[in-house]
C-alpha cells in the first residue's frame, strides 16, 4: 500500500502552492506534515484523498484512502471533543490502508490525545497527519514532510529529530554565507588592488608630442597597464559568476518592558484555602487549595468539563473566596477577541492601549510576524491565529500585570507558537494560562496546577534559580528598563509625563546601586 507522488504542481493564482518532483510513500509509514498556515497542507491531504485536482502531474494510491478531517457540526449537541472522538471511531471501524488526519488534536483534552495516539499505533497501515501539536507529532510520527515556500521536504524522525536536522542546516547555510562573504571581499580586494596598480602607471606627460606620445603608449608601462586591466576583467566575471547567498536572518533579542509601578511586590498573586466551585448543581471544587506565584507563568490543565475555564472566571472576578493582591490587573484572553477594534489596524489595536513608547508596539509585533505593511492590516482581514497573536500584543504591552489566557494556542500554526512562546516567557508580569498542547505548557511553564477529582494539585515546579543568578536577572531588567525611560525622555512630550519618568528614572538608578 503506497502513495505516489509525480511531477505534482498546485497553483492558488498565480501563486505556485506545492511542488512536488517525487515522493513514495509505503506502507506502514507514519508521516507527520508541518508548514505555515496557508503552506498547502489540508490542500496536500485532499489532493491524495482525491476531493481536490492537481494542476499538473499525478498522485496514485494503492489501497483505501479513510479521512479524519478537522470540521465539526455547529447544530450538534456534542462538544467538540466528543465529535473529534466520534470521527476517529468511525474512521478506524473499518479497515483501510491509507489513513489521512488533519489536525486530529483539535479540541480533545490529554485523556482523548492518549486515546487517539494509542488507536493510532493499532493501524497498521500508512498514516498522514497534519498537526500543530508538536507533542503529539513527537509520538505518532517516524518522518516529518515540511511544506516550506512550495517545496515539499521529507525529514526522518520524529518532530525532535526534524528540528535537530534543520538547527544543523541552519549551521550549515551561516557557514555557507560566511564563506561566500569572505570570497566576494577577496575578489573586490583583488579588483581593487589590480585597478590601484594600473591607475599608479604613468600616463604620458601632457606637452609631450604626438610621435612621443606614441612611443609612450607603446612603452613597457602601457602594456602593464592592459595586463592589469585583462586581470581586473577575468576576477570581475568570476565575481559576477559567484553564487549569491543571501544573509541568514537573525532574530533581534525579543525585550517586554514592564513598567516600576505594574510590579506586585506580594510573594503569591492570587491565594485560596478551602476554594468551592460549582456550575448549577455541578460541583467542580471541593475545599481546594491552591497559590498562583507573582512573576511566574501557571498553566492550568486537566479533563475536558473538570472545571478549568470557570475557574479561570473566578480569578477574573476576584470571587470573595479568593485572596487577590491589590495591585493585581487584570487582562483576559478568549477566542471571542472582543478586546480588537475589527476596523482599526494591527499596530493601532495594540498602540491604543501599550503604556509603552510607540516603538515598543512595532518590536513586538515584528517579533509575532507582523513586519512591514502587515502592520497596517485591518483586523477583520486577519486570520484567527493572526487575531490571537494581536490580541496577546496588546494584553503584554497593557497597564495589566496578570495575564489570564484561555487556550491561547488554538489556530496557530508551530513557527507562530514558537514566537509566542517567547513573548510570553519574556513577559515579566504573572501569567495564568488553560492549554492542552503539552509541548506549549513544557515551554512556557513555571509551574503546573491540574483539577483533579475536584481538588487542584501541583503537578509541576520550576526549581528555583540561585540567588545570585537571580540577582543578576533583576539587574538586566533594571538595566533594561533604565535604557527604555532614557529612550522616552529624549522624546518630545507631555511635561507631567515626563516628569513621572524622571522619578522613576530616578528610583531604578537607586536600586541599580544597591
Known amino acids: 500500500m503506497s502513495i505516489k507522488i509525480n511531477q505534482v504542481k498546485k497553483y492558488i493564482g498565480e501563486r505556485l502552492l506545492i511542488d512536488i518532483p517525487d515522493l513514495t510513500l509505503g506502507d506502514g509509514e507514519r508521516i507527520g506534515i508541518v508548514g505555515k498556515n496557508g503552506s498547502g497542507k489540508t490542500?496536500?491531504?485532499?489532493?491524495?484523498?482525491?476531493?481536490?485536482?492537481?494542476?499538473?502531474?499525478?498522485?496514485?494510491?494503492?489501497?483505501?484512502?479513510?479521512?479524519?478531517?478537522?470540521?465539526?457540526?455547529?447544530?450538534?449537541?456534542?462538544?467538540?471533543?466528543?465529535?473529534t472522538k466520534e470521527k476517529i471511531r468511525e474512521s478506524?471501524?473499518?479497515?483501510?490502508?491509507?489513513?489521512?488526519?488533519?489536525?486530529?488534536?483539535?479540541?480533545?483534552?490529554?485523556?482523548?490525545?492518549?486515546?487517539?495516539?494509542?488507536?493510532?499505533?493499532?493501524?497498521?497501515?500508512?498514516?498522514?497527519?497534519?498537526?500543530?501539536?508538536?507533542?503529539?507529532?513527537?509520538?505518532?510520527?517516524?518522518?516529518?514532510?515540511?511544506?516550506?515556500n512550495g517545496s515539499v521536504r521529507l525529514?526522518?524522525?520524529?518532530?525532535?529529530?526534524?528540528?535537530?536536522?534543520?538547527?544543523?542546516?541552519?549551521?550549515?547555510?551561516?557557514?555557507?554565507?560566511?564563506?561566500?562573504?569572505?570570497?566576494?571581499?577577496?575578489?573586490e580586494g583583488s579588483i581593487q588592488e589590480l585597478h590601484d596598480k594600473s591607475s599608479g602607471i604613468k600616463k604620458a606627460p601632457k606637452r609631450m608630442g604626438n610621435s612621443e606620445a606614441r612611443l609612450h603608449k607603446r612603452g613597457k608601462g602601457q602594456t602593464a597597464k592592459k595586463a592589469l586591466s585583462k586581470q581586473a576583467l577575468a576576477i570581475e566575471t568570476r565575481l559576477?559568476?559567484?553564487?549569491?547567498?543571501?544573509?541568514?536572518?537573525?532574530?533581534?533579542?525579543?525585550?517586554?518592558p514592564f513598567a516600576e509601578g505594574q510590579v506586585i511586590h506580594k510573594k503569591q498573586v492570587i491565594e485560596a484555602t478551602t476554594f468551592n466551585l460549582s456550575v448549577g448543581n455541578k460541583k467542580l471544587l471541593l475545599d481546594s487549595q491552591f497559590q498562583i506565584p507573582t512573576g511566574k507563568k501557571t498553566a492550568l490543565i486537566g479533563s475536558n468539563g473538570v472545571g478549568k475555564t470557570t475557574l479561570l472566571k473566578a480569578i477574573l472576578n476576584k470571587e470573595a473566596q479568593l485572596t487577590v493582591s491589590e495591585k493585581a490587573k487584570f487582562a483576559y484572553f478568549s477566542q471571542s477577541f472582543n478586546q480588537l477594534d475589527e476596523s482599526s489596524t494591527v499596530l493601532k489595536n495594540v498602540q491604543e492601549t501599550s503604556i509603552y513608547e510607540p516603538q515598543a508596539a512595532r518590536d513586538l509585533l515584528a517579533h509575532l510576524l507582523f513586519r512591514g505593511e502587515a502592520v497596517k492590516k485591518e483586523v477583520n482581514v486577519l486570520s484567527g491565529g493572526e487575531r490571537t497573536k494581536v490580541a496577546i500584543a496588546k494584553m503584554i504591552l497593557s497597564e495589566s500585570n496578570v495575564l489570564i489566557l484561555d487556550e491561547p494556542t488554538n489556530h496557530l500554526d508551530i513557527e507562530s507558537l514558537n514566537?509566542?512562546?517567547?513573548?510570553?516567557?519574556?513577559?515579566?508580569?504573572?501569567?495564568?494560562?488553560?492549554?492542552?498542547?503539552?509541548?506549549?505548557?513544557?515551554?512556557?511553564?513555571?509551574?503546573?496546577?491540574?483539577?483533579?477529582?475536584?481538588?487542584?494539585?501541583?503537578?509541576?515546579?520550576?526549581?528555583?534559580?540561585?540567588?545570585?543568578?537571580?540577582?543578576?536577572?533583576?539587574?538586566?531588567?533594571?538595566?533594561?528598563?533604565?535604557?527604555?525611560?532614557?529612550?522616552?525622555?529624549?522624546?518630545?512630550?507631555?511635561?507631567?509625563?515626563?516628569?513621572?519618568?524622571?522619578?522613576?528614572?530616578?528610583?531604578?538608578l537607586i536600586r541599580l546601586k544597591n
Open 240 to 256: 559576477d559568476k559567484l553564487e549569491r547567498i543571501e544573509k541568514p536572518r537573525k532574530e533581534k533579542q525579543l525585550v517586554i
Open 419 to 508: 514566537v509566542l512562546e517567547e513573548s510570553l516567557k519574556s513577559y515579566q508580569g504573572t501569567i495564568i494560562f488553560v492549554s492542552h498542547d503539552s509541548y506549549f505548557v513544557k515551554a512556557v511553564a513555571d509551574n503546573v496546577l491540574e483539577i483533579k477529582d475536584r481538588k487542584i494539585v501541583k503537578t509541576f515546579e520550576k526549581a528555583r534559580p540561585l540567588k545570585r543568578e537571580k540577582k543578576k536577572e533583576d539587574k538586566m531588567i533594571l538595566e533594561m528598563r533604565k535604557t527604555s525611560l532614557l529612550s522616552q525622555l529624549s522624546l518630545p512630550g507631555d511635561e507631567t509625563k515626563k516628569q513621572a519618568l524622571e522619578k522613576e528614572l530616578e528610583e531604578v
Open 92 to 148: 478506524l471501524a473499518h479497515y483501510s490502508d491509507i489513513l489521512l488526519a488533519d489536525e486530529p488534536t483539535n479540541h480533545l483534552d490529554s485523556e482523548g490525545r492518549a486515546y487517539l495516539i494509542r488507536e493510532l499505533g493499532h493501524f497498521k497501515g500508512l498514516v498522514l497527519t497534519v498537526s500543530h501539536d508538536r507533542d503529539f507529532l513527537n509520538q505518532v510520527s517516524d518522518s516529518i514532510l515540511e511544506i516550506d
Open 43 to 83: 490542500t496536500l491531504l485532499k489532493m491524495i484523498e482525491g476531493k481536490v485536482k492537481v494542476d499538473e502531474g499525478s498522485i496514485n494510491c494503492s489501497g483505501e484512502v479513510t479521512v479524519i478531517d478537522q470540521f465539526l457540526k455547529e447544530d450538534s449537541q456534542k462538544s467538540g471533543g466528543e465529535q
Open 155 to 187: 525529514y526522518p524522525g520524529n518532530y525532535d529529530n526534524y528540528l535537530s536536522q534543520k538547527e544543523v542546516e541552519e549551521k550549515e547555510y551561516a557557514k555557507k554565507y560566511d564563506n561566500y562573504v569572505q570570497e566576494k571581499n577577496r575578489l
